[in-house]
């Protein structure tokens, strides 16, 4: 599923072929709306959106997706006012009582230029949201519903590239601030965000009179300027309650408190310091966006700890892949189920009582949308609620509760995130009054100490409703550099995994914060629903009465690291049955631990014993100094006074499968295997080799083997060399990649640890590791590395059920269908001069159609052997459900299982 990003990245490319457009509705529409549907993600044909379809009084919708979505395009030159009338028969008559279709729930009108988007079964009065087409990348979450019908789109009107200008400007300010040690750091940072809060509060009248712009207008026209003096008796004057000192340009002044001015910074600014503050003070502050400032904000107040702790910005688009399963949507089914004024007012206490807890808040992104949502589900409340008064007769209550600041809960480990998180929350909570109304006052502050500077792991959590966020990702081998053995010790300890990712923990300590039928929605590394990570979060939320009901399963996260992310929305014991599921953006029966389809009770793929001893994680050489260069190895192979082929071998990596074309091993590799020393002298070449190369290094690792044994590999993998001594070749498959690459290699060649090696040297076998059914299994059942593919025999190979062919003929099939693709691959490869991984990208953009037709006959003639249709044969999904189904009848002793016949 494409993350925020890649989608904003589509839509600019969109935006630039279309943004001249001038011809007719009919000529490019078509065009126009499948490359839209392109730019999220999703198929537009695929989804089941229809073009030119349902005939009704008005004409033929343009594009109908049933129950969804109709769109109605006009030529550039049609002003979208005369699709008014059109677009509301349109939506009136698309429903269809005889099949159950509800009326579309949104409405496009689009005249290549500009964006019209209705919801008139909530809406009927007033668009969603109005744009033109320039600033579709901009408000590209208002149309996020064309990447699931499943996602709530985000109407709030961004300015992400005046944001982006302001926290530019104020950037730089604090750089110059900074570089030239213009007060202690943290003082810096203070003074930061109180000019922050200051900009924002006087454009939206919550300082009137402008005192800071009339501050720094009054130093910049003075000779000898004293900002500390100026603008810090300013910030004094904020922290102090009552009138007194407030005439002149402070007469509008109040107080703030809020623990923002509590400490009141005083920094010296030079003149091109003050004028840079000028011209930012100019911006137009009300339209600044709080996630995206405050996200900037804390990557440049405090990025260096933030960055080694796996931190990123969060976009608003992802957010709310937590935020509305979590939040909305629940309250908005409970919303929509009221009939009565009564039902409406007891919801409305119960929402307004309802608390969120962020407890990686960082700059306070999920808290700020999560704020901002439950003031409009407030808003929705209240308009239903003077709706069905009226309806009834019944006189409507005008002292309605609101939604209260305060419910909102943090938990950071940076004191800077946590005051950037305050200071964003405080500029929504202004911003939710201009938009719904009346909540508590805005000044002074609303007190957030319930947002607070904590390590989350270790710190008390305060009880709340729900639990939302992006915890640190931190890989399980960095932890250590990172955090030092004291806190790896206590991590230990107090969660009994052992070392995980980071983000692992925050997914334990959350759901057994929850209370039965309190829901969670969290960010972590793709690690948490696959093998030991796995394990230790989301099976253990399963075991403990969690059901997931919403993930996604892979995307990729903003940052340097270009992490792939799982997002997991899961309810701890809930009261009742849950009847909707959706993973990728797809309404599914149930999701399990591994975010796959199925429920809470599907079988978990095991072990089978007839798989042991069959497939191997490659030697791992402990010592850079085992490898020697083409020179050094031929030259000993050429020295008679020994068969140095017994010790000097070429040594295959994945990189050699995936990209050279004949999938030949480019290094060497000094291997004595189990020599003992005094054998290995008799390589004297390659042992003064291994000596100087690997022994220093040895002679200081902390493994007493390593040392000891210093000329043999660390892992020689015994098991594997016994398995294959006897095979005139064996098979390997890289382990990590973008595909499942096998590769056919000689005996003389010793696979790296980069590899993973199975005992097989027939056609029927390399048929069986070639196919369809075996690639969609190790997709299955592997983890995943930034959205490759990492093959594990104990995961992949060990649950892989084989098939049983009832006749030799089924077997003969498989071999004979294999030696035609394998050797026609190998053609290709030279003949083009390309590795696999080129040659396989080329033939799925419909290249190399006969490789393409000998790979869907071994599919066929593999399906038959497992005694399936070949309507199955490469059908991804309905081969993982049948593998998973002949594993649990395998090992559960319902099928025998006897699939190798040597």
């Not at 209240?382 to 007769?393: F, I, N, T, V």
């Not at 595909?739 to 696979?751: C, D, E, S, Y």
Request: proline share 6%.
């Amino acid at each position: 599923m494409r993350s925020g990003l890649e989608i904003q990245a589509a839509l600019a490319a969109f935006v630039k072929k279309w943004s001249g457009f001038s011809g007719t509705e009919k000529a490019e529409a078509q065009t126009f709306l499948n490359e839209l549907f392109a730019c999220y993600g999703s198929d537009r044909g695929e989804v089941g959106a229809l073009f030119e379809d349902f005939a009704t009084s008005a004409g033929f919708m343009d594009l109908h997706w049933p129950g969804v979505l109709i769109v109605e395009m006009k030529a550039p030159t049609v002003d979208l006012e005369k699709a008014r009338d059109q677009r509301q028969r349109y939506w009136l008559e698309s429903s269809n009582p005889a099949t159950d279709t509800p009326a579309a729930r949104w409405v496009i009108a689009c005249n290549f230029r500009e964006f019209e988007i209705w919801e008139p079964g909530r809406y009927p009065g007033e668009a969603r949201a109005r744009f033109a087409l320039h600033e579709l990348p901009d408000r590209y979450d208002a149309l996020l519903f064309l990447q699931s019908e499943t996602i709530e789109p985000v109407f709030a009107e961004h300015r992400r590239e005046l944001t982006t200008d302001a926290a530019r400007h104020i950037a730089d300010l604090y750089t110059a601030l900074a570089d030239r040690a213009a007060a202690p750091i943290d003082e810096i940072q203070r003074f930061t965000m109180q000019l922050v809060w200051c900009l924002f509060a006087e454009d939206l009248g919550m300082l009137e009179g402008y005192p800071l712009q009339a501050t720094i207008l009054d130093l910049l026209a003075s000779p000898d300027p004293d900002s500390a003096r100026d603008i810090g008796y300013l910030f004094e004057l904020l922290n102090q309650k009552g009138n007194h000192n407030r005439h002149g340009r402070y007469e509008g002044t109040r107080y703030v408190n809020g623990e923002l001015f509590a400490r009141p910074a005083k920094v010296y600014m030079t003149k091109p310091e003050l004028e840079h503050l000028r011209r930012a003070s100019e911006f137009d502050w009300r339209a600044v966006d709080p996630t995206i400032f405050g996200s900037l904000m804390e990557g440049i107040l405090g990025d260096e700890r933030r960055e080694r702790l796996g931190a990123h910005y969060t976009h608003e688009a992802d957010i709310m892949k937590i935020v509305a399963p979590t939040i909305v949507r629940p309250w908005r089914e409970r919303i929509d189920a009221t009939s009565t004024p009564a039902e409406v007012r007891a919801l409305l206490d119960e929402l307004v009582a309802f608390r969120v807890l962020d407890p990686a808040c960082g700059c306070g992104n999920f808290l700020y949308v999560s704020y901002r949502e439950l003031r409009g589900l407030e808003h929705e409340l209240k308009q239903r609620y003077a709706r069905l008064c009226a309806e009834h007769g019944e006189p409507a209550t005008s002292d309605l509760p609101y939604y209260p600041l305060s419910n909102i809960k943090g938990i950071d480990i940076e004191q800077v995130a946590v005051m950037v998180a305050r200071v964003t929350l405080w500029m929504g909570h202004r911003q939710m009054v201009e938009r719904y109304g009346p909540a508590e006052p805005v000044l002074p502050l609303t007190d957030l100490s319930g947002v607070r500077a904590a390590d989350a792991l270790q710190a008390a959590w305060p009880e709340v409703d729900a639990i939302v966020g992006n915890p640190p990702f931190l890989g399980s081998q960095l932890l250590r550099a990172s955090l030092g053995d004291g806190y790896l010790k206590w991590l230990t300890s107090t969660f009994g995994v052992g070392i995980k990712d980071l983000c692992v923990y925050w997914f334990r300590k959350a759901h057994d914060h929850l209370k039965p039928g309190q829901r969670a929605g969290l960010v972590g590394t793709n690690s948490v629903s696959q093998n030991t990570a796995r394990d230790a979060s989301l099976d253990y939320i399963v075991e403990k009465g969690g059901v997931i009901t919403d993930a996604v399963s892979s995307q990729r996260w903003p940052g340097d690291a270009k992490v792939h992310v799982s997002l997991v929305n899961w309810v701890k014991q809930p009261p009742a049955a849950v009847e909707q599921f959706v993973l990728d953006g797809d309404e599914v029966s149930g999701i399990t631990s591994s975010l796959r389809v199925g429920g809470a009770d599907a079988w978990k793929p095991q072990p089978l014993a007839a798989n042991r001893n069959r497939c191997f994680q490659g030697p791992i050489p402990v010592g850079k100094g085992f490898i020697v260069t083409e020179v050094e190895a031929k030259g000993m192979l050429a020295d008679n006074s020994a068969d140095y082929e017994q010790v000097v071998r070429p040594f295959l990596t994945s990189d050699d499968i995936a990209s050279r074309p004949d999938q030949s091993p480019s290094r060497w590799i000094i291997d004595f295997a189990q020599l003992g020393l005094e054998y290995a002298a008799k390589f004297p070449k390659a042992l003064s080799i291994v000596r100087d190369r690997v022994k220093p290094e040895r002679d200081k690792n902390r493994d007493p083997g390593f040392r000891e044994r210093w000329w043999q590999f660390g892992r020689p993998r015994i098991e594997m060399r016994d398995a294959v001594s006897t095979l005139q070749r064996y098979f390997a498959v890289g382990r990590h990649g973008k595909r499942v690459a096998i590769a056919a290699v000689a005996p003389g060649v010793i696979a790296s640890d980069a590899t993973n090696v199975f005992a097989f040297d027939d056609d029927y076998s390399m048929g069986i590791l070639l196919s369809r059914a075996h690639d969609a299994w190790a997709w299955a059942q592997s983890s995943t590395l930034k959205g490759d593919l990492r093959y594990t025999p104990t995961t992949v190979f060990a649950t892989f059920p084989w098939p049983d062919p009832v006749t030799d003929a089924q077997r003969q099939a498989v071999a004979n269908a294999a030696s035609a693709l394998y050797v026609r691959r190998s053609e290709l490869c030279l003949e083009h001069t390309m590795g696999l991984t080129a040659l396989y990208n080329l033939m799925d953009d419909g290249g190399f159609a006969d490789l393409a037709a000998l790979h869907k006959k071994l599919d066929v003639a593999v399906a038959a052997a497992y005694g399936w249709p070949g309507s199955v044969a490469q059908n991804s999904a309905e081969l993982v459900a049948r593998l998973t189904e002949r594993n649990r009848l395998i090992a559960t002793g319902q099928r025998d299982y006897s699939p190798f016949t040597d």
